[in-house]
Structures are given as C-alpha cells and as structure tokens.
C-alpha cells in the first residue's frame, strides 16, 4: 500500500506541475469489510485521470463520474458510502458484505502552495520519520508536525482531521529459521517492507524470501550501517544468542517501535541478565524488549508463533494496549 501512496503522490506531483486542479482523497474510516484501510489515498483530476484506490472500484466510478460533473468544489469534506449512506446526493452505492467507507475529499486547486504539500507528503514517505497532518475542515487548512507517538493513521473530531504520515513500515527479520519464514510471508501481505539478515550460508538453504531484502550479514551489522527508524520492527527469531543478543544490544540504539526476541519465560529472564552484565543495557533498554516475543495465543507451531509475532507488532502499531484487546 505505502508504494501506491508514493504513486499517488508522484502522479500528484507531475499534474500539479502542469497546472491542473486536484481533488486529494483519503480514507477517514472503515466499517464492516470496506476494501481499504485508513489513509489509503487516491488523486485525480477534473477530466476523471486518476491514481490510486478507495475501494474495489465502486466507490471510484461514483466518485469521479460527480467530479466529473461538477462536485467536490469545496476546499474540504466528508463524505460516507455504503451501509445505506446517502452521501452524494441520492449516491447509494453499496459496499461488499454491507461495509461503510468514509472518505476526506480535499479540493487543490493549481495553486503554488500545492507543490509544498505534496513536498511534504513525499518527504514523509519516503524519509524515516512520522508525521502528523492536522486539517481544519472549515477551510481546508492543514500543519505539519513531527508526530508524537504510533498511533491509528487516522483520527476525527468534527472540526478537524489528524493524519499520521510516514514510510513504509519496515520489518527487520533477525536470523532465519522456521518462524522467520512465515513472519517473511504474513508481514509482506500486510504491506510491511521485509529486510532479512543472517550471515549463516547454510541458513539460506530452501528459504523463501519474495521480494524482501536480503543481506547475509550480522543484523546487528545492518542496524550499525542503516539504523532503525521509527516505523520499524525488529524481531530476533532463532534461539542463537550469539546472534539475537547482538541484534538486542544494537536494536535499543535506534527508534524502532517494536524490538522482540523468541524464547521462553525462564530464557528471556536469563538474557535480560546477560544483555545487562555483558552488553550494558540499562533498565529502559530492556523494558523496550518484547521477551518472549509475541502475543499469549497459546501457540505451538512457526506459524502460530508467527502470526503471535505479527499480532503482537500491529497491536503496538496501532497503539493499543495488550489489555485493551
């Protein structure tokens, strides 16, 4: 999903440039089994050219046949399909299994200040910090900021729209083993970009890795070189303390947001202890470890642990607390 914002954003950016007027759409909400998630964007332009998706296809073929005939001229609105809603004027297009889509509609026109949001939603994607977009929706007005903490990419109040904008968030797969492989598998389908290290040969053997980065290093040796940012996972998943400590004790230096390592109670308590003695991490260090790694679903198998690993990150992602689940 995070390459198609980039793709929307440079499809914006060329538009702009040759003067057309553009109607920037985000996803506010979702409910039931709507196609896309939040902040999922789409860009297009007066005579119906755009980039991106809202929906299935639906939702867009509504959309741009209104803004084709004149619709969406205000600098900013809200409107809602699905579920009933009545959203645009007599609009009743229905979502799969009965869903509801919320959608920002903002009006740029070919107007100088244009080209420095688009700037400064392509430096957020494709730079290593989060952001936050605030928009009064009165007047379309929005204000950068550095973003204060994870959270839900999307949050509403009547007057104003929050917006949490960053890069893809990355998953740094510490050491391969059988887990690793299905953490490589469910983190691509849910849009993460995958870097693999382990600097084993014969680790590599029969292991599948798509279209993930892979570097037959030290993971340590990688988060020296490139470090973690914010939207980064590190996870630590072969029972090798020679390589998940290492990983551990260069992981804290960096802002990934989520830093696990696999074993069990009595292990993680006993690396907790080394990682002190031996790699001089303070208390605040260790508090930053997920050990054991992963969610308490009772899991047995690499995929079951897998997919407790994965849950756990998009718990933190999202910013919800174990006991809020």
Not at 2 to 7: G, H, I, K, T
Not at 204 to 217: M, P, Q, T
Not at 226 to 253: I, K
Not at 278 to 293: C, N, Q, V
């Amino acid at each position: 999903m995070r390459a198609l914002d980039r793709e929307v954003v440079e499809a914006a950016r060329r538009w702009h440039a040759a003067g057309h007027d553009l109607w920037w759409c985000t996803v506010l909400s979702t409910f039931g089994s709507a196609p896309r998630e939040p902040g999922a964007l789409l860009v297009a332009r007066a005579d119906g050219r755009h980039v991106g998706s809202l929906s299935g296809g639906c939702v867009e073929e509504d959309f741009l046949a209104r803004l084709e005939a004149g619709a969406f001229r205000a600098p900013a609105q809200v409107v809602a399909y699905g579920d009933g809603a009545d959203a645009l004027a007599g609009s009743r297009v229905r979502l799969p299994c009965g869903g509801r889509l919320e959608v920002l509609v903002e009006h740029w026109p070919a107007a100088a200040e244009v080209a420095d949001e688009l700037e400064a939603y392509a430096e957020a994607l494709q730079g290593g910090n989060l952001l936050e977009r605030r928009l009064t929706l009165a007047d379309g007005r929005s204000h950068w900021t550095a973003a204060a903490a994870m959270g839900p990419r999307v949050a509403r109040s009547e007057a104003a729209v929050r917006l949490l904008i960053g890069p893809a968030a990355r998953l740094l797969v510490a050491g391969i083993s059988p887990v690793s492989q299905y953490c490589v598998q469910f983190a691509r389908a849910l849009g993460f970009e995958v870097v693999v290290c382990d600097p084993r040969p014969e680790a590599w053997d029969g292991f599948e890795a798509g279209d993930a980065r892979c570097h037959r290093e030290l993971p340590s040796e990688f988060l020296r070189r490139e470090g973690a940012h914010r939207l980064t996972a590190v996870v630590a998943l072969t029972h090798d303390p020679r390589l998940d400590d290492l990983t551990m004790v260069e992981a804290v230096r960096g802002e990934a947001f989520y830093i696990g390592v696999m074993g069990s109670r009595r292990t993680s308590a006993a690396r907790a202890e080394r990682l002190r003695r031996s790699g001089g991490l303070s208390d605040a260090d260790i508090a930053r470890l997920h050990m054991p790694i992963g969610l308490a679903l009772g899991s047995k198998t690499p995929a079951e642990i897998a997919l407790a690993v994965m849950a756990d990150i998009v718990r933190v992602q999202r910013g919800r607390a174990r006991d809020g689940l």
